[in-house]
């Protein structure tokens, strides 16, 4: 593996290393060595073209963990403004030396088009509405760490399945792994093309909830939502949004999780997402061991 563009490039066996080597590395850097000397003298650039909390805030803290020099580079207030485009931005990174390059970008298959300009490593870090691979990395990791299992772990994705480049990931890996998913939104944020995903569709919360081990909440984004968005926010959160009394329906060791940012009072209740079963903080935790695992497989290891 050269680059990691979608979740759907990933076999089983590499998925199952990735997550094995960021369990290692959680163990590793969680003991007393926090820093590890395997990416001294590389350079990471995470490039981003679209705002970021968690995903930019890990994959620095990964790479930093690594020994590696990370550059952060956002396309507010650099010569993008001036009009340079995105090849032109990544041919002078890679003229600094850069060795992997993490790139978010508005553009579905952005990060496809850099590797092909780029020596380097690139690394999705979210293009448009199309992929999130190491987001459903993460997530897997998070499903297997608290149930102990992925095979066969039913999996419901519901909200803004249009717009989410998380869903999509999210659907291909865990069909490689073993797992069954059903997405549920409404008809209206539902893709075209979904028949060919493997997955299920449903457009009924309640009828898949007591049915679902996994129940990963997405955000409506309001920011891609170039019509107008129907039903509305306020039917939405009644027919979808996840609130104490859909909770209790739920089975008793199912999990709740959702990878951010969240709106609470929207997709997820304030109550629901702070509970011990909602695992939104690990998910952010186990972000940096496997962006860590991500970078040393990419760019160090053997
Ligand atoms: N989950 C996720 O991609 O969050 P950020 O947009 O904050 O990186």
Redesign the pocket.
């Known amino acids: 593996m050269r680059h990691l563009l979608s979740a759907g490039d990933l076999s089983r066996d590499e998925a199952l290393l990735v997550l094995d080597t960021a369990a290692e590395l959680a163990q590793v850097s969680g003991r007393s060595v926090k820093k590890l000397p395997t990416l001294r003298g590389r350079t990471v650039v995470n490039l981003f073209y679209e705002?970021?909390?968690?995903?930019?805030t890990s994959f620095e803290l990964a790479a930093k963990r690594l020994s590696a020099d990370v550059v952060n580079f956002s396309a507010k207030g650099s010569s993008v403004s001036k009009g340079e485009s995105l090849k032109d931005t990544a041919l002078t990174l890679q003229a600094m030396g850069a060795d992997g390059v993490v790139v978010r970008h508005s553009a579905s298959g952005a990060a496809h088009r850099l590797a092909e300009w780029v020596d380097g490593a690139v690394l999705n870090a979210?293009d448009g509405t199309h992929e999130?691979p190491t987001?459903a990395l993460l997530d897997v990791y998070t499903m297997r760490e608290r149930l102990g299992r992925l095979d066969g772990l039913r999996v419901a994705v519901v909200g803004d399945i249009l717009h989410s480049r998380?869903a999509r990931s999210n659907v291909l890996l865990l069909h490689t792994l073993g797992a069954e998913v059903t997405l549920v939104a409404p008809p209206t944020l539902v893709p075209v093309s979904v028949h060919t995903w493997p997955c299920s569709v449903s457009y009924d919360l309640d009828a898949v909830l007591p049915k679902s081990d996994v129940v990963m909440l997405l955000r409506v984004q309001a920011e891609r939502m170039h019509d107008a968005f129907f039903p509305t926010a306020r039917e939405y959160s009644r027919r979808y949004g996840l609130d104490g009394e859909r909770f209790a329906r739920m089975q008793d060791d199912a999990i709740v999780m959702h990878?951010?940012?969240m709106v609470r009072g929207m997709e997820i209740s304030a109550e629901v997402a702070d509970s011990p079963r909602s695992t939104v903080n690990e998910q952010v935790a186990n972000g940096v061991s496997v962006r860590m695992a991500v970078l040393y497989l990419l760019l160090g290891g053997s």
């Open positions: 705002d970021s909390t968690r995903t930019l979210g999130h987001q998380v990878p951010g940012p």
